[in-house]
Nanobody, 124 residues
Framework: QLQLVQSGGGSVESGGSLTRSCVASDYTVRRYCMAWFRQVPGKEREGVAAINNDNSRTYAESVKGRFTITPDNSKKTLYLQMESLKPEDTAKYYC??????????????????WGQGTQVTVST
């Protein structure tokens, strides 16, 4: 399993931008699929963005056009750039990793390594 360490949380007003980062103990794009999930209390964890080991990206409809998932192999870091944030984006965000190819990259069960989670709060 990879060790995943996420950056601190953040707060922003509606329409603002934030970038999350996730540092992996050993990461290259071709070896893992990686993703960002989010969860609010009382709801299931939701996949929002993923990058598979062939460098293909998948986004949830709710964030398409606003969120961008970007790897940096040299820094062993995965980023989630979030723009045009909305109050409904408020959640705890987690990065996740799985060796090889993920057939369903936004499905939680595909992943065996998880970051600690960081809170994102978007105010009106």
């Amino acid at each position: 399993q990879l060790q995943l360490v996420q950056s601190g949380g953040g707060s922003v007003e509606s329409g603002g931008s934030l970038t999350r980062s996730c540092v992996a103990s050993d990461y290259t794009v071709r070896r893992y699929c990686m993703a960002w999930f989010r969860q609010v209390p009382g709801k299931e964890r939701e996949g929002v963005a993923a990058i598979n080991n062939d460098n293909s990206r998948t986004y949830a409809e709710s964030v398409k056009g606003r969120f961008t998932i970007t790897p940096d192999n040299s820094k062993k870091t995965l980023y989630l750039q979030m723009e045009s944030l909305k109050p409904e984006d408020t959640a705890k965000y987690y990065c996740a990793a799985q060796p090889g190819w993920c057939p369903y990259p936004l499905i939680e069960r595909d992943y065996n390594s998880w970051g600690q989670g960081t809170q994102v709060t978007v105010s009106t």
